[in-house]
């Protein structure tokens, strides 16, 4: 007996209902980078295991997927490094390529090779997906797309308001209300020296970046186990757990961080955020917050995060200011600022909502019934006309039964059928049916079309 087929944990098959849904989602985001006056480009799925490795901190590194050399790989291994079943160190022998672990790494890459084809500032939005060797779970899968927005080659604040602008359009547009959280490595950075504790700061804010998940108790313990004493915790307490409107707690954290340069900066410019924010009137609310770290360790200033608010999930938009990304690819000097939209996480926060407009997920507008082969030749001379003026039509292909016929229309959720039999073929006439109310006419082809385009 065959094995059942399946497919790998974290991945899905999306069916005709779904994909009508996640382009929606695809298009209505395009749209509004195109409003921005950003571009469109690609990179491959795999990418040398080199430009991904270290980029994304240690944890990051260990949800890479790797993938195996082809050929012989084991002609270069020699039987103690078989035997020492050390997998880092094996995979590492073997395993040149690996599958992209997000969209930014990649766009840094491709903007250090095609830097003399580039224009700057360039803006470049990327819709692809991503793979990560995570654990599945609710909201949470191993193979997922993101929907990306980056501007390289200008270190201009404006930049991050005009993101912050897109992601509310974006979810105006969806019907999602949000809460869009920001905060900046600066103040972390500023937060870590006053405390004295300036070396430990990826430590602090890796920490700090799961207190929504596990709490305050956790977040603490995790410090501890990091070697962060508990006088420094003691003093981080009230920073992460301040409260108060966007104005207090800036003006607040001028009082905290007087004797922090890089802190006073990142307030400085959290401030600027916000206040133009401010003056541009955004739909949702933007808040922030100093909880925010965001665990990737190229950001380097501002940095956002977008939660649902009538849903329970996880962050479904994210991003930040990273200055020395493409530095390690052999091009300093040269600061970018991005956003990058989980398509995935909308997707099922529109499914929990309900926001889908109808029209967005309709298929075939008309299925003509098959009545025999003059019939369907007749039908299919309408048929030309009614595509050629864009309305989704077809014609079931087999002169079967007419109660499999009505029954694959109402299946596919066909809101009209068109009946063509001897008597309409005699008038050059078909008989439009409206499958919710049942009603009939009978109409010319162009009639036929005027009343499709209602």
């Known amino acids: 007996?065959?094995?059942?087929?399946?497919?790998?944990?974290?991945?899905?098959?999306?069916?005709?209902?779904?994909?009508?849904?996640?382009?929606?989602?695809?298009?209505?985001?395009?749209?509004?980078?195109?409003?921005?006056g950003f571009q469109q480009i690609e990179t491959p799925a795999m990418e040398m295991l080199s430009t991904l490795m270290g980029k994304y901190g240690e944890e990051g590194d260990k949800l890479l997927f790797k993938?195996?050399?082809?050929?012989?790989?084991?002609?270069?291994?020699?039987?103690?490094?078989?035997?020492?079943r050390n997998a880092s160190k094996l995979a590492s022998k073997?395993?040149?390529?690996?599958?992209?672990?997000?969209?930014?790494?990649?766009?840094?890459?491709?903007?250090?090779?095609?830097?003399?084809?580039?224009?700057?500032?360039?803006?470049?939005?990327?819709?692809?997906?991503?793979w990560r060797a995570d654990r599945p779970q609710k909201g949470r899968y191993r193979e997922f797309y993101q929907c990306d927005a980056d501007v390289v080659g200008s270190d201009s604040l404006l930049n991050e308001v005009e993101l912050m602008q897109i992601v509310d359009t974006v979810f105006s547009r969806f019907g999602i209300r949000v809460c869009i959280k920001i905060n900046n490595r600066k103040i972390l950075t500023g937060i870590a020296e006053i405390i004295g504790e300036a070396d430990k700061i990826v430590d602090i804010t890796v920490a700090i970046d799961k207190l929504d998940k596990i709490g305050l108790d956790n977040v603490n313990a995790e410090l501890r186990e990091k070697g962060i004493d508990d006088a420094a915790i003691a003093k981080l307490q009230p920073i992460i757990l301040l409260s108060g409107s966007n104005e207090e707690?800036?003006?607040?954290?001028?009082?905290?961080?007087?004797?922090?340069?890089?802190?006073?900066?990142?307030?400085?410019?959290t401030e600027f955020i916000l206040t133009t924010l401010k003056r541009m009137k955004l739909k949702n609310e933007i808040e922030l917050d100093l909880t925010l770290a965001r665990g990737l360790n190229y950001y380097t200033g501002a940095i956002f995060e977008v939660k649902a608010i009538d849903v329970q999930i996880g962050s479904i938009t994210g991003g930040g200011r990273y200055d020395n990304l493409t530095g390690v690819f052999g091009m300093a000097g040269v600061s970018g600022v991005g956003i990058s939209f989980g398509a995935d996480r909308i997707f099922d926060v529109l499914n929990q909502l309900d926001l889908y407009p109808k029209e967005a997920v309709n298929g075939t507008q008309l299925l003509f019934i098959n009545f025999g082969e003059k019939e369907a030749a007749f039908s299919m001379q309408?048929?030309?006309?009614?595509r050629a003026a864009g309305i989704r039509a077809e014609i079931f292909p087999d002169a079967s039964k007419m109660k499999k016929q009505m029954s694959y229309a109402n299946v596919k959720g066909i809101p009209f059928v068109a009946l063509v039999g001897e008597n309409e073929m005699n008038e050059g006439k078909v008989t439009l049916k409206n499958m919710e109310t049942g009603e009939q006419k009978l109409v010319t082809s162009e009639e036929l079309m005027v009343e499709l385009e209602k």
Not at 76 to 84: F, N, P, Q
């Open 249 to 269: 707690k800036l003006a607040t954290l001028k009082k905290v961080l007087d004797a922090s340069e890089t802190g006073l900066k990142g307030v400085a410019e």
């Open 382 to 386: 309408v048929l030309a006309q009614v």
């Open 67 to 84: 993938i195996q050399n082809s050929g012989d790989y084991f002609s270069g291994l020699t039987d103690e490094e078989l035997l020492s």
């Open 94 to 130: 073997f395993c040149e390529k690996g599958l992209r672990y997000d969209l930014t790494v990649p766009f840094a890459r491709y903007v250090v090779m095609h830097r003399d084809e580039l224009t700057f500032p360039f803006k470049r939005y990327q819709i692809q997906p991503v």
């Open 1 to 36: 007996m065959a094995a059942k087929p399946c497919i790998p944990k974290g991945s899905r098959d999306f069916s005709p209902i779904e994909m009508a849904k996640r382009n929606y989602i695809f298009d209505t985001i395009r749209n509004v980078y195109h409003l921005y």
